[in-house]
């Protein structure tokens, strides 16, 4: 057993904490969230050169070959500054997508791209059902000689108002129940789709998205017509360990950031951290931080071992969706008024904490996994 | 990061195991919850013993095996899966022993090392005193020199398994002028000696676990003395830190957590089986999730020892942790049996032979045993998170 980085990763951790400590101070998250694109592309080429894009994509696609327990520091990092952008959505959902369902040709097309930062993507499985399941898929396709048309609607789909493509989960048309799912990558140019940005209150960018009658090439389909759902089955852990390690980071952070004040407020002519009450929060913070550290760390551990670990990943994001909650919100309570204004930084975490909740299963849904892996 | 057991590890898990199964094949005991802490058997540490499961981290030299902190926690996971009968040898194995090693002069870790891990001689911790429960700093039991012995006076209490055992670890105070904690010595005392009287106290699970000790003019030789005098409680501050590492902090009731998965898929209620009832699903997988971090925690802390440092805070933070999860479990426990959660062992109609409503009682005592939870919690934020202690 060894819960340490190795060297190479420490090297990551301290080189990614600097570039963001410089580069997306909580200034820029506050502006980025109230910008209309929300991601600066000079930043995202910075990031590109750095090679984070292509970061765990083989080197003939222009990648670095880091496995995923690399990225999760890497994304740990990306949690802790709150990084805003298209990252998680361009690398987790389309490059891993890709990745894993893409046939050599489709790689090579959109990988190297990815990789030098030239492209933003997308994956669109959620609709206005709201859940993760093949049933939730309403979205249809219908084959015609020239390749597909798809129609439906989206919600939830994180990044689409400036995704270069959409991997989009659609159903066969006369598919019934579960079966006939198929994965399409659409260029967002495409006639027929219509992006509508949503108002959500962690001020991430996630959009509905409409294909009416949108046509694609038969090239646009990822793996066969029958696998969207294994594809998406396949990517699911990855999709879910690397949220839960931007929540060990957004967790770490908003505690350094509560520690700090603990120290520093006087009241009643002593630090605030010297009550008791305060005392019992800050260490059941520390508790749930520490918790999903260890939590994320073996999952990704596993994951990049390639492991079975379904009950691991599901663990790590029922426990992760909770905490980061409780993490926050004792954060604030030990903030007192001024964490709830709009200058301080506490609320950008409290926000994404509600918010990586509530994405790729919650709590309750993980618990259910893990219940079901219990035999029960 | 590794999260795996080497090879070696794994056939030390199976090879303690088999010897585990066989046992209770041979009747030697049975799985139960809070087994291990009601259960002392010379003969059982004794073959622990034999198989260099005592004192597995230990010096050579005193008869040790200088296993890594990690093999000792494996070799813990299963004698507390199947609540092995460890009473006998565990509080030396856990404490005593790393204190010697730590603290105490050659002669002592010749004498007392090699016993420990033979499984000869059994030794009860005494800190607690009537009016120093969390607050050590304060006993007042007295060892005052006296030629070549010191004369100790006063009472411990609290004091488990000291009816059944050869020696008592005493926390004592050795200036009557000094400042509270630059004056408390550690000894070890046999009880045999001349004016200990030993008195038990029932717990409110009904079992006799907890004695109270009194000291009349006890004659002990200088050379019980462990460390130099009035360090007695810097040696403390140490020693707890082994003492709230343990895997037995999560462990306790883990037959009663095994059995009561089984027993919602067997049992129906309403015509359903009670494991298709989404409060029970969601609430077993929330333990469950909250268990398999608090393993973590305690490898965690079983590998921070194997890195030559001292766990301080992640150890509290450890017991904090698990002590909680398993206050829920027996609270969840006997919820999920309904009326049946009230019964205790030996009533006919007490499912897992009332394994629930035993932990229920058992469990009021994890958060204050061992330092209570809200002094752990201090422990975390003052020595982990470096925040200020308060003026007095």
């Given at each position: 057993m060894d819960f340490s980085l190795n060297e190479e990763q420490e090297i990551l951790r301290n080189m990614a904490r600097n570039f963001l400590t410089k580069e997306c101070p909580k200034s820029f998250v506050k502006e980025m969230n109230e910008d209309e694109k929300g991601y600066s592309p000079t930043l995202w080429s910075k990031m590109a050169e750095l090679g984070w894009m292509g970061f765990i994509f083989p080197e003939k696609y222009g990648g670095m070959e880091g496995n995923f327990l690399d990225l999760s520091v890497?994304?740990?990092?990306?949690?802790?500054?709150?990084?805003?952008?298209?990252?998680?959505?361009?690398?987790?959902?389309?490059?891993?997508?890709?990745?894993?369902?893409?046939?050599?040709?489709?790689?090579?097309?959109?990988?190297?791209?990815?990789?030098?930062?030239?492209?933003?993507?997308?994956?669109?499985?959620?609709?206005?059902?709201?859940?993760?399941?093949?049933?939730?898929?309403?979205?249809?396709f219908i084959k015609t000689n020239e390749g597909y048309t798809i129609d439906g609607t989206k919600v939830f789909v994180p990044d689409a108002h400036i995704a270069d493509y959409i991997l989009v989960a659609?159903?066969?048309?006369?598919?019934?129940g579960n079966n006939g799912i198929a994965l399409f990558i659409v260029d967002t140019k495409s006639h027929g789709i219509t992006v509508t940005p949503l108002k959500t209150i962690s001020g991430d960018k996630q959009c509905e998205v409409r294909f009416e009658?949108?046509?694609?090439?038969?090239?646009?389909?990822?793996?066969?017509?029958?696998?969207?759902?294994?594809?998406?089955?396949?990517?699911?852990?990855?999709?879910?360990?690397?949220?839960?390690?931007?929540?060990?980071?957004?967790?770490?952070?908003?505690?350094?950031?509560?520690?700090k004040y603990a120290k520093?407020?006087?009241?009643?002519?002593?630090?605030?951290?010297?009550?008791?009450?305060?005392?019992?929060?800050?260490?059941?913070?520390?508790?749930?931080?520490?918790?999903c550290r260890h939590i994320t760390y073996q999952a990704s551990w596993m994951l990049s071992c390639?492991?079975?670990?379904?009950?691991?990943?599901?663990?790590?994001?029922?426990?992760?969706?909770?905490?980061?909650?409780?993490?926050?919100?004792?954060?604030?309570?030990?903030?007192?008024?001024?964490?709830?204004?709009?200058?301080?930084?506490?609320?950008?975490?409290?926000?994404?904490?509600?918010?990586?909740?509530?994405?790729?299963?919650?709590?309750?849904?993980?618990?259910?996994?893990?219940a079901q892996q219990m035999g029960l | 990061m590794d999260f795996s057991f080497t090879k070696e590890q794994e056939s030390l898990r199976q090879e303690v195991r088999d010897f585990l199964e066989a046992k209770v094949r041979d009747g030697e005991f049975q799985v139960k919850s809070n087994g291990w802490v009601e259960s002392h058997s010379q003969k059982f540490s004794k073959d622990m013993s034999s198989r260099g499961w005592i004192g597995m981290t230990w010096p050579k030299e005193y008869g040790g095996h200088e296993r890594s902190y990690i093999d000792r926690a494996i070799v813990m996971e299963e004698m507390l899966t199947y609540q092995a009968p460890i009473g006998f040898h565990f509080l030396a194995d856990r404490q005593v022993g790393p204190a010697i090693i730590h603290f105490g002069n050659d002669e002592q870790k010749k004498t007392y090392l090699p016993k420990i891990i033979n499984a000869d001689i059994s030794i009860a911790i005494g800190l607690s005193e009537p009016n120093a429960g969390s607050d050590l700093v304060s006993v007042k039991t007295t060892a005052i020199e006296?030629?070549?012995?010191?004369?100790?006076?006063?009472?411990?209490?609290?004091?488990?398994?000291?009816?059944?055992?050869?020696?008592?670890?005493?926390?004592?105070?050795?200036?009557?002028?000094?400042?509270?904690?630059?004056?408390l010595s550690e000894f070890i005392v046999d009880v045999k000696t001349p004016g200990i009287t030993i008195r038990p106290i029932i717990n409110m699970a009904g079992i006799h676990s907890f004695n109270e000790i009194f000291f009349e003019d006890v004659k002990v030789p200088k050379e019980n003395l462990v460390g130099p005098k009035n360090r007695g409680f810097y040696q403390l501050m140490a020693q707890v830190d082994y003492e709230r590492a343990g895997l037995e902090r999560l462990m306790q009731n883990y037959p009663l957590f095994k059995n009561l998965v089984e027993y919602v898929k067997n049992e129906k209620r309403n015509g359903k089986a009670l494991s298709k009832d989404p409060f029970i699903r969601n609430k077993l997988a929330e333990l469950e999730v909250e268990y398999q971090i608090g393993r973590l925690f305690c490898y965690h802390v079983a590998w921070t020892l194997s890195q030559g440092r001292i766990p301080n805070y992640?150890?509290?933070?450890?017991?904090?942790?698990?002590?909680?999860?398993?206050?829920?479990?027996?609270?969840?426990?006997?919820?999920?049996?309904?009326?049946?959660?009230q019964l205790m062992p030996g009533s006919e109609y007490a499912p897992m032979d009332g394994d629930a409503a035993d932990s229920y009682l058992w469990s009021v005592s994890y958060t204050i045993q061992g330092g209570t939870l809200e002094v752990l919690k201090n422990i975390v934020a003052t020595r982990g998170l470096g925040l200020p202690v308060a003026k007095s």
């Open positions: 890497l994304m740990e990092e990306m949690g802790r500054a709150c990084l805003p952008g298209p990252f998680f959505s361009t690398v987790i959902l389309g490059g891993i997508s890709l990745l894993e369902g893409g046939n050599e040709k489709q790689k090579e097309r959109f990988l190297p791209k990815i990789a030098r930062g030239e492209i933003i993507l997308t994956l669109a499985v959620t609709e206005a059902s709201g859940n993760y399941e093949p049933e939730g898929i309403e979205t249809r659609a159903k066969a048309k006369e598919s019934k009658g949108v046509k694609i090439k038969e090239d646009a389909l990822i793996g066969g017509l029958n696998n969207g759902w294994s594809i998406i089955q396949k990517i699911w852990p990855k999709i879910v360990v690397a949220r839960c390690a931007e929540v060990v980071g957004g967790a770490q952070e908003a505690l350094e950031m509560t520690i520093e407020r006087e009241q009643f002519g002593q630090p605030i951290g010297t009550l008791q009450a305060v005392q019992h929060y800050c260490a059941d913070m520390v508790a749930d931080v520490d918790g390639g492991l079975s670990c379904d009950k691991e990943v599901a663990m790590a994001k029922a426990w992760c969706s909770d905490a980061f909650r409780r993490v926050t919100a004792k954060g604030h309570q030990i903030h007192g008024a001024i964490g709830f204004t709009e200058e301080h930084d506490l609320h950008l975490y409290y926000k994404k904490a509600k918010t990586w909740e509530l994405f790729y299963g919650d709590s309750n849904f993980h618990r259910e996994i893990v | 006296q030629g070549d012995f010191y004369i100790i006076n006063g009472q411990k209490v609290w004091t488990t398994g000291g009816h059944r055992a050869d020696y008592i670890w005493c926390l004592v105070r050795t200036d009557l002028n000094a400042p509270k904690h630059k004056a992640e150890a509290a933070l450890c017991k904090a942790f698990c002590t909680q999860f398993e206050q829920r479990l027996s609270d969840a426990a006997t919820s999920v049996l309904g009326l049946y959660g």
